[in-house]
């Protein structure tokens, strides 16, 4: 198993990265957060799970290894296979996953594209005593500041998440006022699930 790559990031894409490891471009799959935090030409590490199929190799990478563990414990669940588990992970941290199915939060999971109310519910069952306790204090999930172009970054996330770009347009629409708002650099982490909480109450 691949536990981690480390190296300069030689290309980005809206839901991938290359990372140079040893003169090899490895493609990892990567969520919005973790993009996020990514820069071209810049030395990177991020912990990966391998993803082993009849017809294809696929390599995810993360942040860290909390969030390496909650994707793969994810999979663990009836139904849902890595993409779903990156769609969860790239709307809500891993703390935020552990405390929407320690609380019994539907709603948090549903606003996960892909899940819907009856598969929320038996996520919640079978993921209760998978997951664990949240780590931090309550709160917010957190994502990666970045310092530009946070608008073209949620749009890509949502796109890469399945929405249609007039939709996805929309959404960058609603969220502006919250962005433009906030101290600092904009969080996309924090932005992709307001812009996907508004997609959920426009459908």
């Not at 414990?73 to 891993?94: C, F, I, K």
């Not at 306790?133 to 957190?142: D, F, Q, S, V």
């Amino acid at each position: 198993m691949i536990a981690f790559v480390s190296g300069p990031v030689a290309a980005l894409a809206p839901d991938s990265a290359v990372v140079e490891v040893g003169g090899i471009g490895i493609a990892v799959q990567c969520s919005p957060n973790t993009l996020s935090g990514l820069r071209m030409g810049r030395e990177t590490k991020l912990a990966t799970s391998l993803v082993v199929r009849e017809d294809s190799l696929t390599l995810y990478g993360f942040v860290d290894d909390d969030e390496r563990q909650v994707f793969e414990l994810l999979q663990t669940a009836s139904g849902v296979g890595p993409r779903l588990a990156q769609a969860m992970l790239a709307v809500h941290s891993p703390d935020a996953l552990r405390r929407a199915v320690s609380t019994g939060d539907e709603k948090a999971l549903v606003a996960v594209p892909g899940i819907g109310k009856k598969g929320a519910q038996k996520l919640l069952l079978e993921l209760k005593d998978r997951l664990g306790e949240p780590l931090g204090p309550g709160g917010p999930a957190i994502g990666t500041a970045v310092t530009a172009g946070w608008r073209e970054q949620l749009h890509a996330a949502l796109i890469g998440l399945g929405y249609a770009t007039r939709e996805a347009d929309e959404a960058v629409s609603a969220v502006a006022p919250q962005a433009e708002a906030a101290e600092g650099v904009p969080q996309v982490g924090q932005l992709l699930r307001a812009a996907l909480q508004t997609l959920n109450r426009a459908r």
